[in-house]
Structures are given as structure tokens and as C-alpha cells.
């Protein structure tokens, strides 16, 4: 009986060992291992930057994005950068705000006030570091989609040298036109591509909202597979409601991120979901992990 016991267990510690042993590799591999983590300052306004710097280093977050070139000394100093530079915007001859998600470059004759703005916040974001400036299509208002691809590649193209020049990747983001920007253009991944192979310069890609990617057309991870060469940044949100990306919510994003990083994805994945719970760092370090693989 004592041999017996003493054989079982020594099986039961070594087989605890090597489940610890599995278990401590798989923990040590998950942060951030594949995935390099960013966040969008607008869903957690309430926290200063400094601050918010600060709490996202502790659980992996090495960027956060949608700031303006003059926030990133904040960023830099607490070893961040910022992924995505946010847009600037001015106001036409005509009086017209433009450089928003509703007014921007499906029209031409807002192309040559974008294109001095877009020049200075340009030269501005690759001063300070950045890689990567978002833009926007504009809304339809009336346009055929094949019109607003003709002018958006257009005013696009006349950015290109000098964002080739400095480095810098311009970036229009694919939104819903269903929920949240109703008759936004660039809505689906199919017109986004097609505008990057128009356009044809490895400085222009697409933002792929995988919140509003879902609702537009779903098919998320399929479409990540076929299109991710004209893709050079992802958001994250849960659907519907664009809260916390956990079980609430009716996508897998481990499944999502692995698919992400399988197509050699070198980028970030920034979260851009709005905190539901009162404790909202609590629920971004949770993105986090989730996103991790």
C-alpha cells in the first residue's frame, strides 16, 4: 500500500507539473503576443491622457490613437506611440467645415482645401514620429458610390508623393452607414479596396472597423483573410451596442485576432468600444486580454 500511494503520487505531482508547467508557458505567451494593443482616447474621455498612459502600460497597451501630433510628447514620454494620428479639418471658401466623417473627399470641390490641410498635418505627424493619419470619404449626399470613388481617388492621389515621401500611411476608415453614420460612403470593404487599387500607392489603406464591418456585411474573418493586404489598421467594438467585446456581444474576437495575425499582421488593434461598466479601465484591460493570442 505504501508503494502504491508513493506511485500515485508521484504520477499526480508530475502530471500537476507539467499542467503548471503548459499552463505557465501559455500565460506567458498570451500578452500581447501577436497582437500589438492600442486604444481610441475618445471612448475614455473622462481620463486625462497622462493617466490613461499610466493604467494602459500595466496590463500591454503600447499605443493610443486617434490624438492630435501636438498630444504625443504626453505618449512618448511614458515609452507609447500613437498608431493613428486623428484627422484635422478647415473650412472651405464657400464656408463649408470639411475633413469630417460627412464632408471630406468624395467631393471635389472640397479637394483643394483638404489637400492644404491634409499637407500641414502631414508634415506635422511625421515630425513628431507618427506612421499612420486618418481620413474620411464623406457622406453620399445624392452621389453614385462610383462617382465618390472616382473623386476620392482623385483628391487622395494628390496626397500621395508626400506621404510617400515622409513615410506616412494615409488611412480612410470603413464605417457603418446603417447605425451609427447613416449614408457614410465608404461602407464596405469591397469600395474601400477598390479605392486603394485605384489610388494605387502602398501610403493609402484601410482602417477596418470590425464593429462596423459586422454590422455593413459580417462575414468578418473571411473578409480579413481576402482583403488585409489594402488593410493597415484595425478597431475593435462589440455588436451590437459597440460596448465591452466579452460574452455580451455576438463576436469571438480570440477567433478575430487570430485570424488578424495569421495574415502576418505586423500593426495594431486599437479598442474603440465604449465602457458600459462604471469601472472603465476594468473593461479596457479586459479588451485587452481578450485580444491577446
Same mark, same amino acid.
Given at each position: 500500500?505504501?508503494?502504491?500511494?508513493?506511485? *500515485?503520487?508521484?504520477?499526480?505531482?508530475?502530471?500537476?507539473?507539467?499542467?503548471?508547467?503548459?499552463?505557465?508557458?501559455?500565460?506567458?505567451?498570451?500578452?500581447?503576443?501577436?497582437?500589438?494593443?492600442? $486604444?481610441?482616447?475618445?471612448?475614455?474621455?473622462?481620463?486625462?491622457?497622462?493617466?490613461?498612459?499610466?493604467?494602459?502600460?500595466?496590463?500591454?497597451?503600447?499605443?493610443?490613437?486617434?490624438?492630435?501630433?501636438?498630444?504625443?510628447?504626453?505618449?512618448?514620454?511614458?515609452?507609447?506611440?500613437?498608431?493613428?494620428?486623428?484627422?484635422?479639418?478647415?473650412?472651405?471658401?464657400?464656408?463649408?467645415?470639411?475633413?469630417?466623417?460627412?464632408?471630406?473627399?468624395?467631393?471635389?470641390?472640397?479637394?483643394?482645401?483638404?489637400?492644404?490641410?491634409?499637407?500641414?498635418?502631414?508634415?506635422?505627424?511625421?515630425?513628431?514620429?507618427?506612421?499612420?493619419?486618418?481620413?474620411?470619404?464623406?457622406?453620399?449626399?445624392?452621389?453614385?458610390?462610383?462617382?465618390?470613388?472616382?473623386?476620392?481617388?482623385?483628391?487622395?492621389?494628390?496626397?500621395?508623393?508626400?506621404?510617400?515621401?515622409?513615410?506616412?500611411?494615409? $488611412? *480612410?476608415?470603413?464605417?457603418?452607414?446603417?447605425?451609427?453614420?447613416?449614408?457614410?460612403?465608404?461602407?464596405?470593404?469591397?469600395?474601400?479596396?477598390?479605392?486603394?487599387?485605384?489610388?494605387?500607392?502602398?501610403?493609402?489603406?484601410?482602417?477596418?472597423?470590425?464593429?462596423? *464591418?459586422?454590422?455593413?456585411?459580417?462575414?468578418?474573418?473571411?473578409?480579413?483573410?481576402?482583403?488585409?493586404?489594402?488593410?493597415?489598421?484595425?478597431?475593435?467594438?462589440? $455588436?451590437?451596442?459597440?460596448?465591452?467585446?466579452?460574452?455580451?456581444?455576438?463576436?469571438?474576437?480570440?477567433?478575430? *485576432?487570430?485570424?488578424?495575425?495569421?495574415?502576418?499582421?505586423?500593426?495594431? $488593434?486599437?479598442?474603440?468600444?465604449?465602457?458600459?461598466?462604471?469601472?472603465?479601465?476594468?473593461?479596457?484591460?479586459?479588451?485587452?486580454?481578450?485580444?491577446?493570442?
Amino acid at each position: 500500500m505504501q508503494r502504491r500511494t508513493f506511485l *500515485m503520487t508521484t504520477a499526480i505531482t508530475a502530471a500537476a507539473t507539467s499542467l503548471a508547467t503548459r499552463l505557465g508557458a501559455a500565460e506567458a505567451a498570451a500578452p500581447g503576443s501577436r497582437i500589438h494593443h492600442s $486604444v481610441c482616447k475618445w471612448c475614455y474621455n473622462s481620463i486625462p491622457l497622462e493617466d490613461l498612459c499610466i493604467a494602459g502600460k500595466e496590463f500591454g497597451l503600447k499605443s493610443i490613437e486617434l490624438l492630435m501630433p501636438g498630444d504625443l510628447p504626453i505618449l512618448q514620454k511614458h515609452g507609447m506611440t500613437c498608431a493613428m494620428i486623428s484627422f484635422p479639418t478647415a473650412t472651405t471658401p464657400a464656408g463649408q467645415k470639411v475633413g469630417t466623417i460627412t464632408h471630406a473627399f468624395n467631393r471635389l470641390e472640397y479637394h483643394d482645401t483638404l489637400v492644404a490641410t491634409y499637407e500641414a498635418h502631414l508634415k506635422a505627424s511625421a515630425a513628431v514620429g507618427a506612421k499612420q493619419v486618418i481620413c474620411f470619404s464623406g457622406n453620399r449626399d445624392g452621389m453614385s458610390d462610383e462617382q465618390g470613388l472616382e473623386n476620392c481617388a482623385i483628391g487622395l492621389k494628390r496626397l500621395m508623393p508626400l506621404a510617400e515621401k515622409l513615410g506616412i500611411t494615409l $488611412v *480612410m476608415e470603413l464605417l457603418n452607414s446603417k447605425v451609427n453614420h447613416k449614408d457614410y460612403q465608404c461602407d464596405h470593404t469591397a469600395w474601400g479596396v477598390a479605392l486603394c487599387k485605384k489610388i494605387g500607392s502602398p501610403n493609402f489603406k484601410l482602417l477596418y472597423d470590425i464593429y462596423h *464591418m459586422q454590422i455593413m456585411e459580417g462575414d468578418v474573418i473571411a473578409t480579413i483573410k481576402s482583403s488585409h493586404d489594402c488593410i493597415s489598421h484595425y478597431h475593435t467594438g462589440g $455588436v451590437p451596442g459597440r460596448n465591452e467585446i466579452d460574452d455580451t456581444q455576438e463576436l469571438f474576437y480570440p477567433a478575430i *485576432m487570430r485570424a488578424i495575425a495569421d495574415t502576418g499582421y505586423q500593426g495594431f $488593434v486599437g479598442q474603440e468600444f465604449i465602457p458600459k461598466r462604471p469601472d472603465k479601465l476594468a473593461s479596457l484591460k479586459q479588451g485587452v486580454q481578450i485580444c491577446s493570442i
